[in-house]
């Protein structure tokens, strides 16, 4: 009977997952609150390395009251505007993402990822841990969105792949090319002449090139090396049209059902592993950028006039988006 029973649990464990978490009582008598985590990165990749750190942190300072579950490759939510729909209803605890799709969800997060901000990458750090980019972060909470912003991550510049060279602006005309879905983005490479195609989750670019369902896309180094997408694309442009902050979201549903306590041990354990990402990040970029090249693939560097040109098209963005942000842009370009 005990044998049936405990067999009949786990069928229903399998069957049955809870992705928000949920809680479960020890021997001891002592409630453990076990919590999931979507990742949409590889294991070994440098955001989810930090979201075990994130995990391990907290089971540590909980004295391993609260459990953090990850699941990486995109196995629970295969885009990330899935996982922030399942944060805002409760249905997920943490997501960590790109701030370009949160920023259909709280629309002032596409200032601090405006095309050519930011210098380099200093500079952008400057900003985020700045007052600028603390504010930001913790308006995420406060604007309805059901999301708790925690922490930033580095995700370096984004950068145009594609299986044409592009070696001008002129090359760019006509091109399908996945974006992330954030309608910034989209507008952006419309811009530039070519179509924004959306609905592609990071895990499926790599196939939709190779079946010609575009033409290409934009990432970094370390996505573009770890999807495997040089394989499908071998042109590198580097243009680094944007420097996209990744964050790690939490739910404000399931951040509300744990005591203050546990909100203030989790938003400190996230903004403790934000060091720990970036030199992460630092190894991995440089990695991902030794076996690209290896690869054979063309990096492409663009001459100070052409990206000039680039650069001249986003200006309607910084009109759009940027309206009502006029004083941060500005300051962003001179105080930092
Ligand atoms: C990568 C980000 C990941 C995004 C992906 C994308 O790390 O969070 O989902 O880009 O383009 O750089 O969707």
Request: hydrophobic share 40%; glycine share 8%.
């Amino acid at each position: 009977m005990k044998k049936l029973f405990v067999l009949v649990l786990a069928i229903m464990m399998v069957a049955v997952p809870v992705f928000a978490g949920g809680s479960s009582e020890s021997a001891s008598g002592e409630k453990t609150i076990n919590l999931v985590l979507s990742e949409v990165h590889a294991e070994g990749y440098p955001t989810t390395l930090a979201d075990y750190e994130f995990a391990r942190l907290v089971n540590e300072k909980s004295g391993g009251r609260i459990n953090i579950q990850v699941y990486s490759g995109g196995t629970l939510y295969g885009e990330e505007t899935g996982s922030i729909e399942a944060l805002q209803i409760g249905d997920l605890a943490f997501a960590r993402v790109s701030a370009s799709p949160v920023a259909s969800y709280v629309p002032a997060l596409n200032v601090i990822q405006l095309p050519y901000l930011y210098r380099d990458a200093d500079h952008m750090w400057a900003v985020l841990n700045g007052e600028i980019g603390q504010q930001m972060l913790a308006d995420i909470e406060t604007s309805g969105s059901g999301l708790v912003g925690l922490a930033y991550y580095d995700a370096g510049a984004r950068s145009f792949y594609t299986s044409t060279p592009v070696r001008s602006l002129e090359d760019m005309a006509g091109l399908r090319i996945r974006m992330q879905n954030n309608a910034m983005m989209v507008e952006m490479v419309g811009l530039l002449g070519a179509n924004g195609v959306t609905g592609i989750g990071p895990n499926d670019v790599y196939s939709a090139i190779q079946q010609g369902t575009i033409d290409g896309a934009e990432n970094n180094w370390p996505t573009y090396e770890s999807m495997g997408d040089y394989e499908a694309a071998p042109y590198y442009t580097l243009d680094a049209h944007t420097r996209v902050p990744e964050i790690l979201l939490a739910s404000k549903a399931v951040m509300d059902t744990l005591s203050e306590e546990d909100q203030q041990l989790i938003k400190e354990c996230a903004k403790e592993t934000q060091e720990y990402e970036i030199e992460q990040w630092n190894l991995r970029e440089q990695h991902s950028e030794e076996v690209v090249t290896a690869a054979g693939v063309e990096v492409i560097e663009l001459s100070a006039d052409e990206l000039a040109k680039f650069q001249e098209k986003m200006a309607p963005l910084y009109a759009t988006y940027g309206a009502g942000y006029e004083d941060i842009i500005a300051s962003i370009q001179n105080d930092y």
